[in-house]
């Protein structure tokens, strides 16, 4: 349609003279530019206003407004992300007692907590030619753990039960690869599921290497105080009550060309800086910065692709000192 109504125009000021040709050319001009700029508004109508806009076209003196927030600590208490961790209790004393062929398990006669003396018969095994095999305790001890029962099958090599000939006893447990862990000799403090009110305190004794696809990390801490509880038993170790995870907007979450992940922090000045930020998981519509940021920074709640470093943010007005009056008496009139 635009280009009919251009054709019309320029066939009736189209003549000899160049007068007409350059007013021909002017008006084909001035109908573009209303036609491209009725278009162009319908475009901008239908996309996202952008968080970030210019006070000043002097890229000097652009200031921006963008949300911005500060870097808070959860609470510790909660189902908050790294409160706790699983584990379970074993000791350096312990001996699986395994069957040296495969067969059936006819008879276990050993039961958790019961005292056996080394050479001790605590049940039987039908090998695949019909054989009665005993099973029998290597070692002095208390049963601490039963992997199997009668009726089931087992190979060389599988764990029938577990005999404990000491009283120590270790807390093994596995902490999230994304999770930052704590230190050897720092305090940690562990729980029994079921048994929330009694907790015991632990010392970590080291942290070891990745253990599965998902990264997570091995850990053994000692008990400050012998404990009772039994071997192979299931654990919550608490993490260090210090502080909660730290926790951000899931949108102040941005990366740079080369994937890596950042937070654009708001300096001293009001100026923005990318810094790399290492994430954790996410919690609800927030998630844990692990590395990167400490507690009470201020970043950009919603990164955009506008942001770069050294913009200039509006100074924030000052908040009114708390207890302190306002100017005059305080009522909205005219003495």
Known sequence: MFNKRLERTLSVLDGPSTRSK???????????????????????????????????DDPSQREYTVPVETVGAAPVEGQQPGT??????????????????????SQLTARIGQAVEQGQGIGSLKDLS???????????????????????FVEPGDPVVSINSGT?????????????PPKPGEALSVI???????????????????????????????????VDWP???SVRVLTPTRSGPLLVSLGAISFDDQGRSRVWVVGADDTLEARPAKAGRSVGDKIEILDGVSAGTRIVSTATEELRPGLKLPRAEAA????????????????
Do not use: Y
């Not at 699983?86 to 398990?105: A, L």
């Not at 208390?142 to 009668?150: E, I, L, P, T």
């Not at 100017?327 to 009139?333: L, S, Y």
């Open 22 to 56: 350059a007013l021909a050319a002017a008006v084909a001009v001035l109908l573009a530019a209303a036609m491209g700029g009725a278009c162009q508004g319908t475009s901008d109508n239908a996309r996202a206003i952008s968080p970030v806009t210019q006070a000043s």
């Open 320 to 335: 009114p000192t708390p207890g302190k009056k306002p100017a005059g008496d305080g009522h909205n009139h005219t003495h």
């Open 168 to 180: 120590n006893r270790t807390v093994r447990f596995h902490i999230p690869g994304n999770a930052t």
């Open 84 to 105: 706790s961790w699983p584990g379970e209790v074993i000791s350096s004393g312990d001996i699986d007692v395994q069957p040296q062929r495969e067969g059936t398990i």
């Open 231 to 233: 071997i192979h038993g």
């Open 130 to 152: 019909g054989a009665d095999i005993p099973i029998v305790a290597p070692q002095s001890g208390v049963v601490s753990a039963a992997f199997k029962k009668a009726g089931d």
């Open 192 to 226: 029994r599921p079921g048994f929330p009110k009694d907790p015991k305190k632990l010392t970590l004794i080291g942290v070891g290497g990745s253990l599965d696809k998902n990264g997570s990390l091995q850990a053994d801490a000692d008990f400050v105080e012998p």
